[in-house]
Nanobody, 124 residues
Framework: QVQLMESGGDSVQAGGSLRLSCVQSGATKSTRCMGWFRQAPGKEREAVAVHYSTGRKKYADSVKDRFTISMDSAKNTLYLQMDSLKSEDSAMYYC??????????????????WGQGTQVTVSS
């Protein structure tokens, strides 16, 4: 059983920064990729960034050059450093993982395990 717990969400001004954390527990050695997704009210959940077991990282075009995904394997923790935040980044942010991932895994359907989410609100 895999459990994910996000933290770090907050309310910030546009142009500010936040760092989200996601701690994985249970069956940590069985997962192959971890990612961050977000969902704004009235919108579908979308991928933000994914970290693959090969070390490769993939980002949504909307966050490239502003967000950085990283992983501390020793702590079983995934991070999302978010800089130059915009109001359109406001959403509930979710951490997700799966036991199988291809290098193209970048959609909600590719991930089986999800955290409860952490809220990010960016005011302009």
């Amino acid at each position: 059983q895999v459990q994910l717990m996000e933290s770090g969400g907050d309310s910030v001004q546009a142009g500010g920064s936040l760092r989200l954390s996601c701690v994985q527990s249970g069956a940590t050695k069985s997962t192959r990729c971890m990612g961050w997704f977000r969902q704004a009210p009235g919108k579908e959940r979308e991928a933000v960034a994914v970290h693959y077991s090969t070390g490769r990282k993939k980002y949504a075009d909307s966050v490239k050059d502003r967000f950085t995904i990283s992983m501390d394997s020793a702590k079983n923790t995934l991070y999302l450093q978010m800089d130059s935040l915009k109001s359109e980044d406001s959403a509930m942010y979710y951490c997700a993982t799966n036991t199988y991932c291809s290098l193209g895994s970048f959609s909600v359907n590719d991930f089986a395990y999800w955290g409860q989410g952490t809220q990010v609100t960016v005011s302009s």
